[in-house]
């Protein structure tokens, strides 16, 4: 880590940004990501950005921590005994964090180099945003979606009808999953954004207390969305820079299991958010993939036909 960035991150009090990343069996991932991360640190403290970065370790047995502590000496570095998940972990990032804006960043997410100093501007242009998302994008440079409409009983039916994929309908669906890439061609107000990369000010986790933990990986960062705009806060999105995301590295990439724990966090959802409804989207959960599952069959996509049936046996 060069001298300049030393020199920028320390644990005073007043700090303008603290970037948490989570780690969980991801080195040289994480390794990427960090690199990325210091020197975009540097960029933004010649714009005299003050900085601090944390990582959260989730009991990772690839040698994740002892990488981190001999490269990243400077990082300060959270090596938790188990693994807490993505809300646990960042949490406990929040919890010791000392900036007035916060990042949450996937280590499979890499920063260019004035994305940080882009994100402060961001914050400060768009006063009454209290979150922030931005355009993600895959390796090869494809646009990947990044946010979407709060979940509601009538929307969660559209979207398990494949009503949103309906380009005469989608507009007017509010879609939980838009994803044409038209919707994110401006800076605009979101529903929610994800948390691969979700910038915040320090006061929205003080009035709101972050994730909720029941919520162990998918659909939390949705959840905490909605309880931050309860509480007044707008969540914002702009395209005005771009970060690349790789997408379920925690995971070891298995679609199939995200799509079976994001169908189990809408349940989640809908149970606490919208209280007598969940035997309702349960089923709608449930025949929306008996759909899918016979249309994948019939066009030959036999894993996302098995995917769906995965979703039925455990939903």
Same mark, same amino acid.
């Given at each position: 880590?060069?001298?300049?960035?030393?020199?920028?991150?320390? /644990?005073?009090?007043?700090?303008? =940004?603290?970037?948490?990343?989570l #780690? !969980?069996?991801?080195?040289?991932?994480?390794?990427?990501?960090?690199?990325?991360?210091?020197?975009?640190?540097? !960029?933004?403290?010649?714009n005299g950005?003050?900085?601090?970065?944390?990582?959260? @370790?989730n009991?990772?047995?690839?040698?994740?921590?002892?990488?981190?502590?001999k490269?990243?000496?400077?990082?300060?570095?959270?090596?938790?005994?188990?693994?807490?998940?993505?809300?646990?972990?960042?949490n406990?990032?929040?919890?010791?964090?000392?900036?007035?804006?916060?990042?949450?960043?996937?280590? *499979?997410?890499? =920063?260019?180099?004035?994305?940080? *100093?882009?994100?402060?501007?961001?914050?400060?242009?768009?006063?009454? /945003?209290?979150?922030?998302?931005?355009?993600? +994008? !895959?390796? @090869?440079?494809?646009?990947?979606?990044?946010?979407?409409?709060?979940?509601?009983p009538?929307n969660? +039916?559209?979207?398990?009808?494949?009503?949103?994929?309906?380009?005469?309908l989608?507009?007017?669906l509010?879609?939980?999953?838009?994803? /044409?890439?038209?919707?994110?061609?401006? @800076?605009?107000?979101?529903?929610?954004?994800?948390?691969?990369?979700m910038?915040?000010?320090?006061?929205v986790w003080?009035?709101?207390?972050?994730? @909720?933990e029941?919520?162990?990986? !998918?659909?939390?960062?949705?959840? /905490?969305?909605?309880?931050?705009?309860?509480?007044?806060?707008?969540?914002?999105?702009?395209?005005?820079?771009?970060?690349?995301?790789?997408?379920?590295? #925690?995971?070891?990439?298995?679609?199939?299991?995200?799509?079976?724990?994001?169908?189990?966090? =809408?349940?989640?959802?809908i149970?606490?958010?919208?209280?007598?409804r969940?035997?309702?989207?349960?089923?709608?959960?449930?025949?929306?993939?008996? =759909?899918?599952? +016979?249309?994948?069959? +019939?066009?030959?996509?036999?894993?996302?036909?098995?995917?769906?049936?995965?979703?039925?046996?455990?939903i």
């Amino acid at each position: 880590m060069s001298g300049m960035l030393q020199k920028r991150v320390s /644990w005073q009090i007043n700090m303008d =940004l603290s970037v948490i990343i989570l #780690s !969980y069996n991801t080195k040289n991932l994480t390794r990427d990501c960090l690199t990325r991360v210091v020197q975009a640190g540097e !960029y933004a403290g010649t714009n005299g950005i003050d900085l601090e970065i944390i990582v959260v @370790d989730n009991a990772s047995t690839d040698g994740s921590p002892r990488m981190i502590q001999k490269e990243f000496p400077k990082v300060r570095l959270l090596s938790q005994k188990k693994n807490t998940g993505f809300t646990g972990g960042n949490n406990l990032g929040m919890k010791v964090a000392k900036g007035d804006y916060f990042l949450l960043l996937n280590s *499979d997410a890499f =920063l260019g180099e004035d994305t940080l *100093d882009l994100t402060i501007g961001a914050m400060k242009r768009h006063s009454d /945003w209290g979150v922030l998302g931005c355009k993600l +994008v !895959y390796p @090869d440079g494809l646009f990947q979606p990044s946010g979407g409409y709060l979940p509601t009983p009538l929307n969660i +039916v559209s979207w398990m009808m494949g009503l949103d994929l309906v380009p005469g309908l989608r507009s007017v669906l509010a879609p939980v999953h838009p994803g /044409w890439p038209g919707f994110f061609y401006q @800076d605009r107000q979101m529903g929610w954004v994800t948390g691969a990369f979700m910038c915040l000010r320090r006061e929205v986790w003080e009035k709101t207390g972050g994730f @909720d933990e029941k919520f162990f990986l !998918y659909m939390e960062e949705v959840e /905490w969305c909605k309880r931050i705009a309860d509480a007044g806060f707008r969540i914002g999105f702009t395209p005005a820079f771009s970060v690349i995301h790789m997408g379920r590295a #925690s995971s070891n990439f298995d679609n199939a299991g995200a799509l079976v724990k994001e169908a189990q966090g =809408l349940l989640h959802f809908i149970k606490k958010h919208y209280k007598g409804r969940e035997n309702f989207i349960r089923e709608v959960i449930v025949w929306g993939n008996w =759909l899918r599952r +016979v249309a994948f069959t +019939v066009i030959g996509d036999q894993s996302r036909a098995d995917a769906s049936k995965k979703i039925i046996s455990q939903i």
